[in-house]
């Protein structure tokens, strides 16, 4: 995007943003639905306190997440794990980073919405447990929403210093992260500055190292917040340089992602019962990936780059008639993507190719929520219509580029690139709060709309939205909207020495997309798209179709308060996915996995023995040409101490007896050289021990 289109769309924003009346105080809204887990305390609590610290020693919120019930860890390198949500992952989970949604920049979705949210920046993590509110935007299935660090309004009087730094060294791969916050407030004003630095060599594994693993990140913001009356303007700004890092379950490693967010926001009453919330955003990411720089090319004609480019605005303004607990809101909002993906070969002038050029998204919105009481049972309402449309240019050959491709861009630039339709979501939550118990039922219908790569990828490709099944794809035009019905029920019960958050899932997705079969002769190279896949080292594309599948499992978090300071928490989780068209599973399904940790809490320090199960997994995908994978046994030790209040140090080791193991939802070695066997699953890491240092001073 030019900058001055940036500046133009900016300044509008904030021309709007300032005609708003500056009225009201901050809201403390709670979903029922809604779980928000914080980062670690630096200072002591009563004994017996339920845990909601999530211990994890990775670079970014993914494997954070994913230490949740019904959660997992999709590991497509050490920057671009993405979160899988009961069975769904990628473009299906509503991801945001401070509210904030935006395109990623790589076809293959190498910086996947945790990319943008380093460890040591991370506040707290809100996640909807199955199925997001429809104020937050369309998706298929929940939400994580990951709020970083920022400086908070304070005292009245002069401005006050704010710190929350921390500092982590981890063995597995030498790396090293530093991070955090510092901000000057008062009960005005608040301003403040993030930033982080992490760097690791490759991981290693108990048969050797793990190649084209190591990493390289950093991030710089500044934010700002202003209390006019008693409402809130707010402003924030973040660069995010990603360096050299490794993907071996792909064809490419980064090279770089220059990523800037934008962000302004008003939020008040304006007047008894009448709130109003309005943002504008807008984030640019410029992406370099190729296939030398971190790993061996097989030759000078193979050698591959990858330039990308995807700019994302956007806008939302709601109006809350009404209390907390009981209201009407109406809301709008607006999305608009530019993208383009451009591949070429830096020692061949002539060799270029634009898989997906100057494609744009559009997407209007509005929707309507209500929540209120039905005598003891407390219910939220809501629904909301999308009009989207998508396009892409003609595609742009070099003359370099042989005959096939070429032939194939051609025929792609005289057919429709062209589309446009509607959807329409709606959910409803029925909760009761019961004494110690509250039920809790969800019933909902969901919508996704195909992603650029799965509609306009003419070129056969692997890119694929970060799928990693080493398979090649082309996109379908006439690809339809995924339309899904969904259900919950269950229960959080706390009592005074335990507590328990089961629940029961099930989901039935009309025009699922998934890769299929190009066309019904499969190896016989009787297309044109069959040819050139095959030049490529496929003899057997893919093309993304609609099928029906179905998806449904449980999970539950658990806890209770033993003898003394002894404590015991657990986690388990199960998810079963499967077409409905053909007798087949769905591609990536996470094994049902299970953690119990069994803890000994004083006032000012803990430790932690932790054993985490993972189940076989043969519930897999033929069509994707999926492997099973065995279960494991991991054991894991963490302890923290809290020196003074406000420093607080962490240390443990995981993996202890040094097991070696394959994550089912891992990807397959792409790296010729390493000591894991080209086309392997890639291993989990070895035994590491970490420690970590946190300094908070409010």
Do not use: C
């Not at 809201?27 to 980062?39: F, R, Y």
């Amino acid at each position: 995007m030019e900058t001055k289109t940036l500046k133009n769309f900016l300044f509008a924003s904030a021309a709007l943003l300032v005609t708003f009346p500056a009225w009201a105080a901050d809201e403390d809204e709670t979903a029922p639905d809604l779980i928000v887990v914080t980062g670690t305390r630096t200072t002591p609590v009563e004994l017996g306190k339920e845990a909601e610290e999530e211990l994890a020693t990775g670079p970014d919120g993914a494997a954070f997440v994913a230490r949740l019930p019904g959660m997992a860890l999709v590991d497509n390198g050490t920057l671009s794990g993405q979160v899988q949500m009961r069975g769904l992952f990628g473009e299906r989970i509503l991801l945001r980073i401070n509210s904030q949604h935006f395109a990623t920049g790589g076809p293959n979705a190498m910086d996947p919405a945790m990319h943008y949210a380093p460890m040591a920046l991370i506040d707290r993590v809100e996640i909807s447990r199955g199925i997001s509110p429809v104020r937050d935007g369309p998706g298929l299935g929940g939400g994580v929403n990951t709020i970083l660090k920022q400086a908070r309004f304070a005292e009245a009087g002069r401005l006050a210093p704010q710190l929350d730094v921390s500092a982590q060294y981890r063995s597995v791969d030498d790396s090293v992260a530093l991070g955090g916050m510092a901000g000057l407030a008062n009960d005005r004003w608040r301003f403040g500055v993030i930033g982080s630095w992490e760097k690791g060599d490759d991981m290693r594994f108990p048969g050797g190292r793990i190649g084209s693993t190591s990493f390289n990140r950093a991030v710089l913001g500044i934010h700002a917040g202003f209390r006019a009356g008693q409402g809130e303007f707010s402003l924030d700004y973040r660069r995010q340089d990603t360096g050299k890092s490794g993907n071996p379950p792909f064809a490419m490693d980064i090279i770089y992602f220059h990523t800037d967010f934008a962000r302004i926001g008003f939020e008040g009453d304006m007047a008894d019962g009448i709130r109003l919330e309005a943002h504008a955003n807008y984030t640019g990411v410029k992406h370099r990936m190729n296939n030398f720089a971190l790993r061996p090319v097989a030759s000078a004609a193979a050698t591959r780059q990858s330039d990308t480019y995807a700019d994302t605005m956007g806008a939302d303004v709601s109006l809350r008639f009404g209390s907390e607990d009981q209201h009407v809101r109406v809301g709008g909002d607006v999305e608009l993507i530019d993208k383009g993906f451009m591949l070429y070969n830096p020692l061949a002038p002539a060799f270029f190719i634009h898989p997906l050029d100057r494609a744009k998204q559009d997407r209007i919105g509005g929707f309507i929520e209500g929540r209120t009481a039905l005598g003891a049972v407390q219910a939220e309402l809501g629904v909301r219509a999308d009009r989207h449309g998508a396009k892409t240019g003609v595609p742009r050959t070099g003359p370099g580029v042989p005959a096939g491709p070429t032939n194939l861009g051609v025929a792609f630039g005289r057919a429709d690139r062209d589309w446009s339709g509607t959807s329409v979501d709606g959910a409803l939550r029925l909760w009761a709060e019961m004494g110690n118990i509250t039920p809790r039922l969800t019933l909902a219908h969901k919508t996704r709309v195909p992603s650029l790569v799965e509609r306009f990828s003419w070129l056969p490709t692997e890119a694929s939205g970060g799928l990693a099944d080493g398979n090649i794809y082309v996109g379908n035009p006439q690809i339809k909207v995924e339309k899904a019905w969904l259900a919950e029920l269950g229960f959080d019960w706390k009592g005074d020495r335990a507590y328990a958050r089961p629940v029961l899932f099930w989901r039935q997705i009309d025009d699922f997309i998934q890769g299929v079969p190009f066309d019904a002769t499969p190896g016989v190279l009787d297309t044109p798209v069959e040819m050139v896949s095959a030049a490529s080292g496929d003899a057997t594309p893919l093309r993304f179709a609609n099928v029906d599948a179905k998806l449904y499992g449980a999970d539950i978090a658990f806890g209770a308060a033993l003898a003394g300071p002894l404590r015991v928490d657990g986690v388990a989780s199960y998810v079963r996915g499967k077409r409905r068209d053909v007798a087949d599973n769905l591609y990536r399904m996470a094994p049902a996995t299970a953690r119990l940790a069994l803890s000994y809490e004083a006032s000012r320090w803990s430790l932690s023995l932790e054993g985490q199960s993972v189940a076989r997994q043969r519930n897999v995908s033929a069509a994707n040409s999926e492997a099973a994978s065995k279960g494991y046994a991991l054991v894991n030790l963490f302890g923290h101490w809290i020196i003074r209040d406000g420093l607080r140090l962490d240390a443990g080791i995981e993996n202890v007896f040094d097991k070696h193991y394959v994550e089912h939802l891992a990807g397959y070695n792409r790296i010729s050289g390493s000591d894991v066997a080209l086309g392997a699953r890639l291993p989990g890491a070895g035994r590491s021990a970490f420690i970590r240092l946190r300094w908070e001073m409010q």
